[in-house]
């Protein structure tokens, strides 16, 4: 779907690449037909793409990372048009300094949905893919790692004041019509930061109005 006057994936790998602490950027997605449109526009972006399991996501995850050889995994879902790269860097120096298996700026949520980026290790993601056997542990790919701190190191990272009453994130209808109200009074292309755009809804309240009333789903919604 377009975002502005790009499609709400391009604004994810876009700006998803300019986090310094990255090595590259792979869109994981599904086997299913419909996906195909998903593969092309990240082949389009430049992007690594995987395409694996469409419910055992855990699975996808696990299997891109041994695919491309990856030591770690920064995870940003596709629905963050306005993901901060600023953000991803901060949880990925977190989880370097900490010297953590996971670490996440979403177990303690301060920022505003839509900015959560996660890192966890191959080796700990190789260990939730065999042990894990819940299906909402499968689907939100983290929950084995971060439900069990007696034997992961885990890092919460929080921003210096709590803004996550603010959502930008795009499950809904209504959650995309708010982002692109937001985009375009941001002018329009995704040079912004985070902090700009939550000081643009707390000017503009009519905007947070527009899907105030959607509730996110809890991970057991499968």
């Known amino acids: 779907m377009p975002i502005g006057d790009q499609t709400m994936l391009a604004h994810v790998v876009r700006r998803t690449r300019r986090a310094e602490s990255l090595g590259g950027v792979i869109v994981a997605t599904t086997l299913l037909p419909d996906d195909d449109a998903v593969a092309r526009e990240a082949e389009r972006l430049g992007a690594g793409v995987f395409r694996g399991s469409e419910d055992d996501v855990l ?25 901060d790269p600023s953000v991803i860097d901060e ?90 109200a937001l985009v375009e009074h941001l002018g329009g292309g995704d040079g912004h930061d985070w902090r700009t755009a939550a000081e643009a809804l707390e000017r503009r309240p009519e905007l947070v109005e527009i899907n105030r009333e959607v509730r996110q789903k809890e991970l057991d919604e499968l």
């Not at 699975?59 to 993901?83: M, Q, S």
């Open 91 to 180: 949880v990925v120096a977190a989880f370097v300094d900490h010297r953590a298996d996971y670490a996440s700026n979403s177990l303690e949520r301060t920022y505003p949905r839509g900015l959560d980026a996660e890192v966890i290790s191959a080796e700990a993601l190789a260990v939730a893919w065999r042990e894990a056997d819940q299906p909402r542990q499968r689907v939100h790919v983290t929950p084995f790692v971060y439900e069990n701190p007696q034997r992961f190191r885990i890092v919460s990272v929080h921003a210096d004041a709590d803004r996550s009453h603010l959502r930008w994130t795009v499950d809904t209808a209504a959650d995309l019509e708010a982002v692109r």
């Open 59 to 83: 699975d996808r995850f696990h299997r891109a990372a041994a695919a491309f050889e990856l030591d770690a995994v920064v995870r940003v879902t596709a629905d963050c048009p306005l993901i």
